[in-house]
């Protein structure tokens, strides 16, 4: 599986924008991209993908760059609720195909 | 759709016994994939089951174990319990181009 580096903590103030960077220089061209966050002690949980056009939900946002070499989740408004480890992984769609999880991004969110 | 559930919340199990986790996928979905989350560690890949059938483990030793049954959930089994087992425990449905979603998971601790 093609490798991601995150960067291992951010801080960011509550109602204001959070971008989180992921590089993933080696990705090829069948690997989606997915965001997963974790609360303390519960699951990871999605958050988005996208393989090379920009997406939004109702969650976060993401950017691919054009290379497709990193891309950034963007949180519009952090709230205290939105303090997690957030994991970039690649995924190519391939049967039996398992997450593989890196350390991600710590996000803390001060009030 | 029903989520992924995982019985028991907590368990704490002294050295040396054995234990069992149970996962029920998210409904009529037939992969079952288990992680373990060491205290302060990242995901580790340990079992992927679909159709019944163990697909792939990952690098852990043949005292973790597994099966899948007819209706599709799975248990997890861990003999002859060490210190180091002490884990969050996590089954995951995958969910196509979603991802996976993941269960709360079981807090294991041995003493």
């Known amino acids: 599986d093609a490798k991601t580096t995150q960067p291992n903590s951010m801080e960011s103030n509550e109602e204001e924008p959070v971008h989180l960077p992921c590089n993933h220089s080696?990705?090829?061209?069948?690997?989606?991209i997915h965001w997963y966050r974790q609360l303390p002690s519960q699951g990871p949980e999605y958050v988005i993908h996208?393989?090379?056009s920009n997406v939004n939900n109702r969650m976060a946002s993401l950017a691919i760059a054009e290379d497709r070499k990193s891309s950034t989740l963007i949180l519009h408004r952090a709230t205290l609720r939105d303090a997690a480890v957030y994991y970039c992984?690649?995924?190519?769609?391939?049967?039996?195909?398992?997450?593989?999880f890196g350390a991600g991004t710590i996000l803390r969110v001060k009030s | 759709e029903a989520g992924v559930t995982q019985s028991p919340t907590h368990l704490i199990k002294t050295r040396g016994q054995q234990v069992t986790l149970r996962c029920s996928p998210i409904?009529?979905?037939?992969?079952v994939y288990w992680y373990q989350q060491a205290l302060g560690l990242g995901l580790q890949f340990l079992l992927w089951y679909d159709e019944g059938e163990e697909r792939n483990r990952g690098n852990f030793p043949p005292r973790f174990s597994g099966r899948q049954f007819p209706n599709y959930s799975s248990e997890l089994n861990v003999n002859a319990l060490e210190l180091e087992d002490s884990a969050l425990y996590l089954c995951?449905?995958?969910?196509?181009?979603?991802?996976?979603?993941f269960g709360s998971g079981t807090r294991l601790t041995v003493v």
């Open positions: 080696t990705i090829s061209g069948t690997d989606y």
């Open positions: 996208g393989l090379t």
């Open positions: 409904s009529g979905h037939t992969s």
């Open positions: 992984i690649l995924r190519t769609l391939v049967y039996g195909n398992k997450l593989v």
């Open positions: 995951a449905s995958p969910r196509g181009i979603y991802g996976y979603t």
